[in-house]
């Protein structure tokens, strides 16, 4: 089983630049997929960046050029930097971990980009 904590998130400026840690429990989380999704409320969950275990990253239209997901295997972390924040980056971000048949899921933190 995989627990995730995330931080990092606060309010922040447009323009201004916040960085997300996914602090992982448990070894396999270095072999796991790792996504960030956020949500804001009335509308679906949405993805917006995801690296697999090997590096390879993938993120959303809306975020490529200035999102930029990374992992540390050594410190059993996945991060999120974002930079040029804009005020519709405002949500609640999540990471999802996925081992398996087996989607684990953090507890969110609120990102609020003021215009």
């Known amino acids: 089983q995989v627990q995730l904590v995330e931080s990092g998130g606060g309010l922040v400026q447009a323009g201004g630049s916040l960085r997300l840690s996914c602090a992982a429990s448990?070894?396999?989380?270095?072999?796991?997929?790792v996504a960030w999704y956020r949500q804001v409320p009335g509308k679906q969950r949405e993805p917006v960046a995801a690296?697999?275990?090997?590096?390879?990253?993938n993120y959303a239209d809306s975020v490529k050029g200035r999102f930029t997901i990374s992992r540390d295997n050594a410190k059993n972390t996945v991060y999120l930097q974002m930079n040029s924040l804009k005020p519709e980056d405002t949500a609640v971000y999540y990471c999802?971990?996925?081992?398996?048949?087996?989607?684990?899921w953090g507890q969110g933190t609120q990102v609020t980009v003021s215009p």
């Open positions: 690296i697999t275990s090997g590096g390879s990253t």
């Open positions: 448990g070894r396999i989380f270095n072999s796991c997929p």
């Open positions: 999802q971990a996925t081992q398996g048949v087996f989607a684990y």
